[in-house]
């Protein structure tokens, strides 16, 4: 296949990560629609460099998080205040069952925006079932690392939804 | 917000999955607006080799014919391979221009079946250049190379007739080819083979457009 094909195919069948992944780095729409573009570009860019030992999606997350990541350091208005309907994006209700979902998933928007940067990039991945080697592979953690940092998150995410219940 | 239960790290996960797939929906038509027209293009615009070596080869045979004007036995084969060309050329840039302009803004079923005309349109060029191309780049182009070249006087007596004899035969095995073709089809019909010998002789840029078209679907 083409390299051009070849790369917008990968693109297509993970691009809803990429989407994940402004939503959870960027407030706005206009802010996400700039990040989206910023790390197509930055993929794109690399796609030449990528080692096919390395699976394509660890090594997507691996380049758009560390464009999220700069996007959001080299923006000065980034740590403005943000409710979880901006979160959710203006441009899409979440998909899920029923409002009990819907609140919950609400409320785990708003626990990763408060996240620390590299916690949240830890979060996004292990949410998307992306396991400890990957996810050390992306952010350059160890196993061990990712496991602990995983179980403080989790110990984290529980405590808060029981003050969010409470 | 309501009262909610602490949802188990697995649930969270489910939720996310949920999440995840309608910003896929989401994410793949944006694509499709987005990224597909500038692959499109780039993919598919003229290639600059190819369009210079057809203008070389239209310069090539008009001088050739200015050359043999009024020589109207030499005059003829290179008149006849300039038209080819310049037919052949037309046809290709009509072929890319068409995709230029294709509106990704369509639903994706009418955009497939306008993909799939610029493939029957490509199919058909190259099916009648190759008919007129096998009748044109044996005999005439042999003339033309030799007049050009020489400026003999090639066309006479025994070598005009076998000349002339030799066009017969490839114009005569013309209908040949076309019903072996006609019963390989019904053979072959509904088979991949065949779609494959399509897509290749289309070209394989268009086939790999229309696969990502219907991921992207």
Same mark, same amino acid.
């Given at each position: 296949?083409?390299?051009?094909?070849?790369?917008?195919?990968?693109?297509?069948?993970?691009?809803?990560?990429?989407?994940?992944?402004?939503?959870?780095?960027?407030?706005?729409?206009?802010?996400?629609?700039?990040?989206?573009?910023?790390?197509?570009?930055?993929?794109?860019?690399?796609?030449?460099?990528?080692?096919?030992?390395?699976?394509?999606?660890?090594?997507?997350?691996?380049?758009?998080?560390?464009?999220?990541?700069?996007?959001?350091?080299?923006?000065?208005?980034?740590?403005?205040?943000?409710?979880?309907?901006?979160?959710?994006?203006?441009?899409?209700?979440?998909?899920?069952?029923?409002?009990?979902?819907?609140?919950?998933?609400?409320?785990?928007?708003?626990?990763?925006?408060?996240?620390?940067?590299?916690?949240?990039?830890?979060?996004?991945?292990?949410?998307?079932?992306?396991?400890?080697?990957?996810?050390?592979?992306?952010?350059?953690?160890?196993?061990?690392?990712?496991?602990?940092?995983?179980?403080?998150?989790?110990?984290?995410?529980?405590?808060?939804?029981?003050?969010?219940?409470? | 917000?309501?009262?909610?239960?602490?949802?188990?790290?697995?649930?969270?996960?489910?939720?996310?999955?949920?999440?995840?797939?309608?910003?896929?929906?989401?994410?793949?038509?944006?694509?499709?607006?987005?990224?597909?027209?500038?692959?499109?293009?780039?993919?598919?615009?003229?290639?600059?080799?190819?369009?210079?070596?057809?203008?070389?080869?239209?310069?090539?045979?008009?001088?050739?014919?200015?050359?043999?004007?009024?020589?109207?036995?030499?005059?003829?084969?290179?008149?006849?391979?300039?038209?080819?060309?310049?037919?052949?050329?037309?046809?290709?840039? %009509?072929?890319?221009?068409? &995709? #230029? @302009?294709? *509106?990704? =803004?369509?639903?994706?079923?009418? /955009?497939? +079946?306008?993909?799939?005309?610029?493939?029957?349109?490509?199919?058909?060029?190259?099916?009648?250049?190759?008919?007129?191309?096998?009748?044109?780049?044996?005999?005439?182009?042999?003339?033309?190379?030799?007049?050009?070249?020489?400026?003999?006087?090639?066309?006479?007596?025994?070598?005009?007739?076998?000349?002339?004899?030799?066009?017969?035969?490839?114009?005569?095995?013309?209908?040949?080819?076309?019903?072996?073709?006609?019963?390989?089809?019904?053979?072959?019909?509904?088979?991949?083979?065949?779609? %494959?010998?399509?897509?290749? &002789? #289309? @070209?394989? *840029?268009? =086939?790999?457009?229309?696969?990502? /078209?219907? +991921?992207?679907?």
């Amino acid at each position: 296949m083409n390299p051009d094909t070849e790369f917008t195919d990968l693109l297509a069948r993970h691009a809803g990560v990429l989407h994940q992944i402004a939503r959870a780095y960027a407030w706005t729409a206009e802010d996400r629609a700039d990040l989206l573009q910023e790390m197509r570009l930055q993929l794109w860019r690399a796609y030449p460099r990528w080692q096919r030992a390395l699976p394509f999606s660890t090594w997507m997350y691996r380049v758009a998080l560390n464009a999220a990541i700069g996007q959001l350091r080299s923006a000065t208005a980034a740590r403005r205040d943000v409710h979880a309907t901006d979160l959710l994006g203006d441009d899409e209700p979440p998909d899920v069952a029923s409002d009990e979902d819907d609140d919950r998933l609400r409320t785990l928007w708003t626990l990763m925006q408060r996240l620390p940067e590299l916690d949240r990039a830890l979060m996004l991945m292990a949410l998307d079932g992306q396991d400890a080697a990957a996810i050390g592979s992306a952010l350059g953690l160890s196993v061990s690392n990712v496991g602990t940092r995983l179980q403080r998150l989790k110990t984290r995410l529980a405590e808060a939804y029981r003050q969010e219940s409470a | 917000m309501s009262a909610t239960p602490t949802p188990s790290f697995e649930t969270l996960q489910g939720l996310w999955r949920q999440d995840l797939s309608s910003a896929q929906a989401q994410a793949s038509a944006q694509l499709r607006h987005a990224v597909l027209p500038a692959l499109v293009q780039r993919r598919l615009e003229p290639g600059p080799a190819s369009i210079a070596f057809s203008l070389f080869s239209i310069a090539l045979l008009g001088a050739y014919c200015v050359q043999q004007w009024g020589a109207w036995r030499y005059l003829l084969p290179g008149a006849a391979l300039l038209l080819w060309c310049v037919l052949m050329l037309a046809a290709a840039l %009509r072929t890319r221009a068409r &995709l #230029a @302009g294709l *509106d990704y =803004a369509r639903p994706v079923l009418a /955009l497939q +079946r306008d993909l799939a005309e610029v493939r029957a349109q490509r199919l058909r060029q190259l099916r009648w250049g190759f008919v007129t191309g096998q009748v044109l780049w044996v005999v005439p182009f042999c003339v033309v190379l030799l007049r050009g070249l020489t400026g003999a006087p090639v066309l006479e007596g025994a070598v005009l007739d076998f000349a002339l004899k030799g066009l017969a035969w490839t114009a005569a095995a013309i209908p040949l080819q076309w019903l072996a073709w006609r019963a390989l089809r019904r053979v072959w019909h509904g088979h991949n083979r065949l779609s %494959r010998w399509g897509d290749a &002789l #289309a @070209g394989d *840029d268009l =086939a790999e457009i229309q696969r990502l /078209l219907d +991921r992207l679907q």
